[in-house]
């Protein structure tokens, strides 16, 4: 745990260092200069729609306002304004993609084994054999990549917001049932579904009506919201997480207390007992 947390502060803190350089870059040898005399990488880049330039006052010069950037070519195209050889940038796309695909294929499987076992097997169909099992979670793996791929051709957002938006969404359907269900004995079955439920659903709402106006797609149009006391559809979890803690104590405090089995439970994993 402690190396995963170091590595990843490593990445957390240089990520943003690695595009402030960039962006230096740019700002001080490339806005200024002679449309003519550009530096060859932007040229390189131009030819594939990830810099375009338009002399709009026809001074010759490139203006701030003049240059458009694909977010992408921040990452692609340091090596190349550093001077390294081309082949960089290759490497820096084949790491960035191998991770995206390391990370999707974890979840995907996750995804899949979670509907297929969970809630195929065992809620509704518990006499289902192991090959039927294996057959439906491999079906659901297709259906989900599918669901995947066609919400990520939308492109809704940047990188970035959809990253905060997977946190926030699994803080708001995780985080208070784990919490509860380890130091609250009398949560129950139907309170932490609830509130997983609850949380997930308000996180959901939050998001969308904050950061769409309109999703053409879905054909929905005037959906958009100002933000509650100010927060960001990025921070929308905040919401999803004070809901499930009401509604797992609310539903659970309506509904039949645990067994002493399960009660007993909760305690042997808040407090287990080391065999010497």
Do not use: C
Request: no cysteine.
């Amino acid at each position: 745990m402690f190396w995963s947390l170091l590595f990843i502060l490593a990445l957390y803190l240089t990520a943003p260092a690695y595009a402030a350089f960039v962006k230096h870059e740019i700002y001080s040898h490339l806005v200024g200069s002679p449309i003519a005399q550009l530096p060859l990488w932007v040229s390189s880049w131009g030819k594939i729609g990830m810099v375009s330039i338009e002399d709009i006052n026809g001074d010759g010069i490139v203006q701030l306002a003049e240059l458009v950037l694909n977010p992408d070519v921040i990452l692609l195209a340091t090596p190349e304004i550093a001077g390294l050889p081309y082949v960089i940038s290759g490497l820096v796309a084949a790491g960035a993609l191998a991770a995206a695909l390391s990370t999707a294929d974890g979840l995907l499987l996750t995804i899949a084994s979670a509907l297929s076992h969970d809630l195929y097997y065992k809620i509704f169909r518990p006499q289902a054999t192991t090959q039927w099992r294996l057959v439906v979670s491999k079906s659901l793996l297709l259906v989900v990549a599918v669901l995947a791929a066609t919400v990520a051709s939308q492109k809704p957002a940047t990188i970035l917001f959809m990253v905060a938006w997977a946190f926030s969404l699994a803080g708001a359907a995780l985080f208070p049932a784990l919490i509860v269900g380890v130091f609250w004995k009398r949560a129950t079955p139907a309170g932490a579904v609830s509130g997983m439920l609850v949380g997930l659903l308000l996180t959901l709402y939050y998001m969308v009506r904050v950061h769409f106006d309109s999703i053409p797609w879905l054909r929905l149009e005037g959906i958009g919201m100002e933000p509650w006391f100010g927060i960001q559809s990025t921070s929308a979890g905040v919401w999803g997480v004070a809901a499930g803690f009401a509604t797992i104590i609310v539903v659970s405090l309506l509904g039949k207390p645990p067994n002493k089995e399960t009660q007993d439970f909760v305690e042997s994993v808040r407090y287990p007992e080391i065999d010497r």
